[in-house]
């Protein structure tokens, strides 16, 4: 299956002080290069957030207002891709792999999206393979600020539970620690 790849990578950092989230080590390895791992097989890889170097054979692009958030950052990437499906991930996911990318592509059969449940239940929207068609369609008018749940929880969602550790992410100095 022939499919693209969004990555989200320029959230602000607030818990951590600021800090460049997608370039932190974990394990010897920088958060932004797991999520292009995980996306060993998409063509082309979209990186939305400011250009780092060192990141191999990926498309950097900026929303059109930096800092307002996922759904805009989802929009600026969308607007590259030209494949019928899109892999979306968040730029500071320590868990995600190949496989796990592998497992949502497999559930997304003819729904919308298929998205990562986490071991509570809790649907992880950036973590997800969708139909670009239906994403586009969902998008607001006013894409700045606007809340990724409200935007993609009216699609046709199928939820794919995690295999264990596969949502973690670095949010505050404790998940840092816990991972490094």
């Not at 998409?42 to 990926?58: H, Q, S, Y």
């Not at 692009?61 to 979306?88: C, D, F, K, N, Q």
């Not at 950036?126 to 606007?146: F, H, I, K, M, S």
């Amino acid at each position: 299956m022939s499919y693209a790849g969004i990555v989200l990578a320029g959230g602000a950092a607030r818990r951590l002080s600021g800090v460049d989230k997608p370039a932190l080590p974990v394990g010897g390895k920088p958060l932004l290069a797991r999520a292009l791992a995980a996306l060993a097989d998409a063509d082309p890889v979209i990186v939305v957030g400011p250009e780092r170097p060192g990141f191999g054979d990926v498309v950097w692009t900026r929303e059109i207002s930096p800092g307002t958030g996922p759904v805009a950052a989802l929009a600026a990437g969308l607007a590259l891709v030209r494949t019928e499906i899109v892999v979306v991930l968040a730029g500071d996911l320590a868990g995600v792999r190949k496989s796990t990318v592998d497992r949502l592509l497999a559930g997304l059969g003819r729904a919308s999206g298929a998205v990562l449940v986490d071991a509570s239940g809790e649907r992880q929207w950036l973590l997800g393979a969708w139909r670009a068609e239906a994403l586009r369609g969902a998008l607001p008018e006013t894409v700045e600020n606007a809340s990724l749940r409200r935007t993609l929880g009216g699609l046709e969602i199928v939820d794919v539970p995690e295999e264990p550790g596969e949502s973690a992410d670095i949010d505050t100095p404790e998940d840092l620690d816990r991972f490094s």
